[in-house]
């Protein structure tokens, strides 16, 4: 991002005693500046949640301008409703916490629950991975007339729809079962034609690559050719890799919207940037220019910025 925008990355350091405890500091005055601070929550929610807050106090109390944070994944994002007795809306929290705290304005991408927008008071911008996801696909040569997007639920179809648009191809849905809290989930069933073509799964994360594989095995049973899935974020650890390796799926791609370690050394995933997209909407928000065209499709400029890393 500060490649993008040309400046350099504020100085500052955390420290994490050996009790636990999260010491974060500034290193240069911000006094009367606009602040970013980028921090997902993701790999390690609570204490990536928990820095968050203490970074925007820290700003604030050094006399910040604003605070605007960035949080390219939003983890905590599906706990968005209140689907069983005595349970948190832990989204709704996070909200709170984020607000209270200090924050001015919050940046973030694909959210799980899209609603949770609605959970934040003050601006939101939610972004989407889906045109950087299909500008790579484009680049690569895998959009053909044998191509078909897949939705690993209703849930997501709405979003693989647009998917199907983008690329000018049909779409098939998974019929996918979660019987209990956990990350197993069943494919029981897939709605469409997916015999002799290739398929493109697409979804907005995944944790232990079950949901993937499972659909995958699927679509080969159903006389699918070609794999490939598109992840707005991806949470695999070393299960989840070994997973995706041992699996019919041919190409995993994704977003930098998480740095994960686990799969450094994997063979078929690939990860694009979405640094420029962020960038390009700190540089909107302080020219005070409109960000609304970066949800649907992105400039010739941010096109060329879509590469592996």
């Known amino acids: 991002m500060c490649d993008y925008l040309g400046i350099d990355l504020g100085r500052s350091e955390v420290i994490t005693f050996s009790d636990g405890n999260i010491f974060v500091r500034i290193l240069e005055t911000v006094r ?20 968050i807050l203490f970074w925007i106090d820290a700003f604030k109390r050094a006399s910040a301008r604003d605070v605007t944070v960035i949080i390219p994944y939003f983890g905590y994002a599906k706990g968005d409703k209140k689907d069983e007795p ?36 003050k601006p939101i911008d939610h972004l989407y991975a889906l045109p950087s ?31 199907g648009l983008k690329l000018d191809v049909p779409v098939a849905i998974g019929d996918k079962i979660r019987r209990r809290h956990d990350e197993n989930a069943e494919i029981l069933d897939i709605i469409g034609d997916v015999n002799g073509k290739n398929a493109l799964i697409v979804d907005d994360f995944s944790i232990s690559g079950g949901t993937l594989v499972n659909l995958a095995n699927g679509l080969v049973k159903r006389g699918a050719k070609r794999i490939i899935a598109c992840l707005s974020h991806i949470l695999l650890n070393d ?67 879509v590469s592996t890393i």
């Not at 989204?91 to 927008?117: F, K, N, W, Y």
């Not at 680049?139 to 998917?163: H, M, N, T, W």
């Not at 070994?242 to 190409?251: G, M, N, Q």
């Not at 799969?263 to 995933?269: A, G, W, Y």
């Open 239 to 305: 299960a989840g890799v070994k997973k995706i390796e041992d699996s019919p799926i041919e190409l995993v791609v994704s977003t930098d919207s998480v740095e994960n370690p686990y799969i450094s050394n994997s063979k078929k995933i690939k990860i694009i940037s979405v640094a420029p997209l962020f960038a390009e909407v700190v540089k909107r928000i302080e020219s005070e220019e409109s960000v609304s065209i970066l949800f649907e499709d992105l400039p010739a400029n941010l096109v060329k910025e």
């Open 133 to 163: 996801l299909c500008a790579y696909i484009k680049q690569i040569g895998l959009v053909d007339e044998d191509l078909v997007v897949v939705s690993p639920d209703a849930g997501f179809a709405k979003v693989a729809r647009e998917y």
């Open 32 to 51: 009367g500046k606009n602040i970013y601070l980028v921090q997902p929550i993701a790999l390690r929610p609570n204490e990536e949640f928990v820095e």
């Open 86 to 121: 005595r349970v948190s809306i832990r989204a709704r929290v996070c909200a709170d916490a984020i607000e209270m705290v200090g924050a001015d304005r919050t940046i973030t991408m694909d959210l799980h629950s899209p609603q949770v927008q609605g959970f934040f008071r």
